[in-house]
């Protein structure tokens, strides 16, 4: 319980700073953008639309990279070396601090995502319709031209429908976002802590940047490489829908497996690391 406590308080210092004030306020500002070409559409039919809209905006590349780079930002205070945390690892220990750091990253993972989540949703209120059903808008903009007609940067796939309800795939994509940004996080805190903080940035950023290689890539050779970039999965409502043939995207215990043993091992290696670590404290609090 006792770490728990300690995870929890320190997962409230990391999502109350300065770094997630910048990432709400340009989250917000950006899903306002993209909803208004369907907020027209919405009007011009009379439709409300469905609250699912998280992982469609996940499926746009523009979007989901500039998701992965704020949620880099938002952990670029990796190691965890602010004058703070000092007197936390004093009370606490190392290998207590190291595990409260790796839970307080996947709190702050899932905070950031439940707010993008939310923010996709926000500036379409009150034209939302609250069920658990498709409705009539989005399979409209599904199976017509009304995308490119309105300029509607969200892609909506179809085939999606039939395999889950809103409330499955909302509750499938946040949970995957979640688990693949505390695998970044957890993977920029073990590189701070065997080289340094440049180098575990520049390394989230490979891992995100990943994704075009994997979306450039020929649909045959695609599958294969989706299934070592974890910042792709992220476009699970593709998971129904074939390129050219074929079904690209692992599967989803696939994905939960690769990011569970992922996590572990980074895991292993960081409270392994931490216990003979020499501390170099900085006055980076923000």
Known sequence: MGQLRYIWKNSVLKIFNGRSVAFALIMLVTCSDYCSPLGRFMDDVDYPVSWC???????????????????????????????????????TGRRRWAVGQVGGIFLRSFAAVLFTALCTVLPL?????????????????????????????????????????????????????????????????????????????????????????????????????????????????????????????PSVPYMFGFLTVGTGLMVAFILHKVKRVEFNWENDDV
């Open 53 to 91: 809209l998280f992982p469609f905006f996940m499926a746009n590349y523009v979007f989901l990279i500039l998701f992965w780079f704020l949620l880099i930002y938002i952990n670029s205070d990796v190691p965890f070396m602010q004058h703070a945390n000092m007197y936390q690892v004093i009370r």
């Open 125 to 249: 209120i009150p034209k939302i319709e609250l069920t658990n059903e498709w409705g009539k808008l989005l399979r409209s903009v599904a199976v017509t031209n009304a995308a490119s007609a309105y300029g509607l940067d969200i892609p909506i796939f179809y085939e999606i429908f039939s395999e889950y309800t809103p409330l499955q795939l909302m509750a499938l994509c946040v949970l995957l976002c979640t688990f693949i940004s505390g695998f970044l996080g957890t993977l920029m805190f073990l590189i701070s802590l065997y080289s340094n903080k440049v180098l575990a940035v520049a390394g989230a950023l490979a891992m995100a940047i990943l994704l075009f290689f994997v979306i450039n890539s020929h649909p045959m050779n695609r599958y294969k490489l989706a299934f070592f970039v974890p910042s792709i999965w992220a476009q699970v409502a593709q998971i129904a829908t074939p390129n050219l043939g074929y079904y690209w995207l």
